[in-house]
């Protein structure tokens, strides 16, 4: 049995949407970080950098497996899996080129956008701009991407996973607010529905129910 520890971001449904497509069972905890959950000792020694997501998997290889930060968990969960990872060859390598794009870059731009734009009681201008630029930017990297291919890297993977909640997540908002900073996105918008459209990501995107 694995244990999710999570609360309602995009980064905590990768995890959860993530268990849904391989078919584990899990019970997931949430921690809120609202009331600042997320630094009560008992969860800071599964997740020492005090983020959600995190797992405890009972069934580890050789014992109690404790794993935290989303890039890690998906791939623990595809390598104990054998699913949404290639074992081996240039496949694999596009999956973790195209997460690393998602986790170092596309996540963290697409968050500082939200906060400065939209949920910062003080707005700061040049922090607006430089975030909006970056977001357009990388928006333009994956609609370039997706014409080219069906998924990031060409099969479903953990890659695309990473990548589709925070599109969910912020995509038509930074349009509303920003209306000229992006061009039509036609191949944004057909990957998304088809992964909206997947029963494990409708069941993991629900998940915690608070």
Do not use: C
């Amino acid at each position: 049995m694995i244990t999710l520890y999570t609360w309602t971001t995009p980064n905590g449904r990768k995890v959860s949407t993530m268990l849904e497509e391989v078919s584990l069972s899990y019970t997931a905890i949430p921690i809120n970080v609202g009331k600042n959950e997320q630094f009560s000792p008992d969860f800071l020694a599964i997740s020492p950098n005090n983020k959600i997501p995190a797992i405890v998997d009972e069934e580890g290889v050789d014992r109690r497996q404790t794993v935290f930060e989303t890039s890690a968990i998906l791939t623990y969960l595809a390598e104990k899996t054998g699913q949404l990872l290639p074992a081996h060859g240039p496949r694999r390598i596009e999956v973790q080129e195209w997460l690393a794009w998602s986790i170092s870059g596309y996540a963290p731009m697409l968050g500082q956008w939200n906060y400065f734009a939209k949920r910062a009681e003080e707005k700061t201008p040049a922090a607006i701009e430089r975030f909006t630029t970056e977001a357009a930017r990388l928006f333009g990297v994956l609609e370039g991407r997706l014409s080219q291919t069906t998924y990031l890297a060409h099969d479903y993977s953990i890659a695309d996973i990473s990548t589709y909640t925070w599109t969910a997540a912020v995509l038509h908002g930074f349009r509303d607010a920003s209306p000229d900073a992006l061009g039509p996105t036609p191949h944004i918008e057909r990957w998304m529905s088809e992964i909206a459209a997947r029963p494990a990501v409708q069941r993991g995107m629900r998940v915690p129910e608070v």
